[in-house]
Nanobody, 124 residues
Framework: QVQLSESGGGLVQAGGSLRLSCAAS????????MAWFRQAPGKEREFVAA????????YYADSVKGRFTISRDNAKNTVYLQMNSLKPEDTAVYYC?????????????????WGQGTQVTVSS
């Protein structure tokens, strides 16, 4: 089992920045691929970004490409999501997720482990 715990959410004005963190514990070797999803009120969960174990491969949703950066520190078992140039449409609960193997990245059912989520609110 892998436990994931997100932090770093909050309220920020449009154009601002936030950095989310996700600490993994347990069988962290089972979390070779880590990613972020988000869910806005009344909408389905959507893929945001993913990163491989080494950090050498990353993948982003078009809606965040160029504004968000995913990274990880395996020594700390932590993955980060740096969010810049935030927009009101980025408002959502952000979830940290993990699975083994790169494969398909955008589908929620591909991921074995989920955190509880952290709220990000961007005011206009």
């Amino acid at each position: 089992q892998v436990q994931l715990s997100e932090s770093g959410g909050g309220l920020v004005q449009a154009g601002g920045s936030l950095r989310l963190s996700c600490a993994a514990s347990g069988r962290t070797r089972s979390s070779s691929v880590m990613a972020w999803f988000r869910q806005a009120p009344g909408k389905e969960r959507e893929f945001v970004a993913a990163i491989s174990w080494s950090g050498g491969r990353t993948y982003y949703a078009d809606s965040v490409k160029g504004r968000f950066t995913i990274s990880r520190d395996n020594a700390k078992n932590t993955v980060y999501l740096q969010m810049n140039s935030l927009k009101p449409e980025d408002t959502a609960v952000y979830y940290c997720v993990a699975k083994t193997g790169w494969g398909t990245l955008r589908r929620t059912y591909e991921y074995d482990y989920w955190g509880q989520g952290t709220q990000v609110t961007v005011s206009s």
